[in-house]
């Protein structure tokens, strides 16, 4: 039995919450196969694999939409995209259109014509090369089967600011360091330079790995035969400049302007809202690793949470924390709005129950930071980052020692001395200390 892809499909696929690949299957044999693939985190994107001088070849062709939408494709506009790229033997059949798909002219008479009509614009010009963007996605991809947490971000960044230009669409072997540098220097002209500095990163390591692909037994597996042969990011300044520690934390004032805004008189508080405020009330976490937790993670009789701390290259930490009164009913609510989206991570997004996105939670602090220096109630803007600055600082101010402050933060803890002779688990002094930090943010509402 046939079974084409469909929209009804892809969707009961992706509610099984697990990663699998979903095929076109028309009964044409020879003409390659165009391929969903769904992640755990719901992540749908198409691929065409086909056969060429004996190998064969994957290649990303983009996001599924089941509307049309720019930057993504329909099931029509992949099935177009895949025979784009194929090249067809004179007699070989080519699979029909799907229901409702309108025939492309000139799309049987000339196969390899470069497609304009698709998201891919400047896209491969024969079927052995990949795109900027095929070449970041596929970068991401590697994260995450090599159990990177930094994949989803590394995917939306990448997406973000390199998905809407030409440069995406560019054969991978043929940019420039010039066409990377031009790009990298709009985004450090829109006030961005710490974003650019990632960006090169990113795109350094994507081409550093397809370098290295073919005699990588752990390298995805057709970029070998893309014809890469040199990084044109090494070229570029690594733009060091912008990675500067910021030294930003609120004053006593400022924090209770935050803090305010953070237990709004009327109506409900925002998501994103509630989320930071339970992050000051747990000391100032890490805003990934704080998303990643799971209700599994919350332990309500004993009244704490457990964060998984993947900072450096050690394997992951079990990082305790206790939850205090104010804590504890938030983390109730982000239970309880969970189990009705059906999902089990405790800071669950309404798109499928799936993980929020640390964009939307920093995006919501800007918006923040831009209202309270709009009211005059802070000097200077801030960010995520700086609050985390702010809450050690406040502990520091209420007198929580170093060594206390260091294992709420869960930083500083690589030492020999933790690693093999402090197996102290400071429970009684994380409770002591975020009672206090409690007490005094709820003084400033006063």
């Not at 809202?273 to 890490?286: A, C, I, K």
């Amino acid at each position: 039995m046939h079974t084409p892809l469909t929209a009804s499909r892809i969707r009961l696929a992706t509610l099984l919450q697990r990663s699998l690949w979903l095929s076109d299957d028309h009964g044409v044999r020879g003409v390659g196969r165009l391929l969903l693939r769904i992640t755990t985190n719901g992540v749908q994107r198409f691929y065409f694999r086909f056969n060429s001088a004996g190998q064969r070849r994957t290649v990303a062709l983009g996001p599924y939409s089941r509307i049309r939408k720019v930057g993504y494709l329909t099931i029509e506009q992949a099935r177009r995209a895949a025979r784009e790229l194929l090249p067809y033997p004179a007699k070989t059949p080519i699979p029909r259109l799907g229901v409702g798909e309108e025939k492309t002219p000139g799309a049987m008479e000339n196969p390899r014509r470069r497609l304009s009509t698709t998201f891919l614009g400047r896209a491969r010009a024969s079927h052995s090369q990949l795109t900027v963007i095929g070449l970041c996605d596929a970068y991401a991809e590697r994260l995450e089967a090599t159990g990177k947490f930094s994949a989803q971000s590394v995917r939306l960044t990448l997406r973000r600011h390199l998905g809407c230009s030409e440069l995406a669409n560019s054969p991978a072997d043929s940019a420039s360091p010039s066409e990377f540098a031009t790009l990298l220097r709009q985004i450090v002209a829109a006030g961005h330079g710490l974003t650019a500095s990632k960006v090169r990163s990113y795109l350094h390591s994507a081409y550093a790995m397809a370098l290295k692909s073919e005699l990588d037994p752990n390298a995805v597996s057709d970029l070998g035969a893309h014809n890469i042969k040199s990084n044109p990011l090494a070229y570029i300044p690594s733009l060091s400049e912008y990675k500067k520690a910021r030294d930003r934390a609120l004053s006593k004032s400022e924090l209770k302007a935050l803090w305010t805004e953070l237990h709004p008189a009327e109506g409900a508080i925002k998501f994103t809202h509630r989320f930071v405020r339970l992050d000051l009330l747990l000391g100032g976490q890490r805003c990934q690793q704080l998303l990643r937790v799971r209700i599994e993670n919350v332990d309500l009789e004993e009244d704490s949470l457990v964060l998984y701390d993947f900072k450096g290259r050690r394997q992951p930490r079990l990082h305790w924390l206790p939850l205090i009164p104010a804590a504890r009913r938030d983390v109730l609510w982000f239970m309880g709005n969970a189990r009705d989206l059906g999902s089990d991570l405790l800071f669950a997004g309404k798109i499928g129950g799936g993980a929020v996105s640390p964009f939307s939670v920093t995006s919501a602090v800007t918006a923040i930071s831009s209202k309270l220096v709009a009211d005059k109630a802070v000097s200077s803007p801030f960010t995520y980052g700086d609050l985390r600055r702010t809450a050690e600082t406040t502990l520091a101010y209420l007198k929580v020692t170093k060594d206390i402050r260091a294992q709420l933060l869960s930083h500083g803890l690589g030492g020999v001395q933790h690693r093999h002779y402090d197996r102290h688990a400071y429970k009684d002094e994380k409770i002591a200390a975020l009672l206090q930090l409690q007490n005094f943010l709820d003084s400033l509402l006063d």
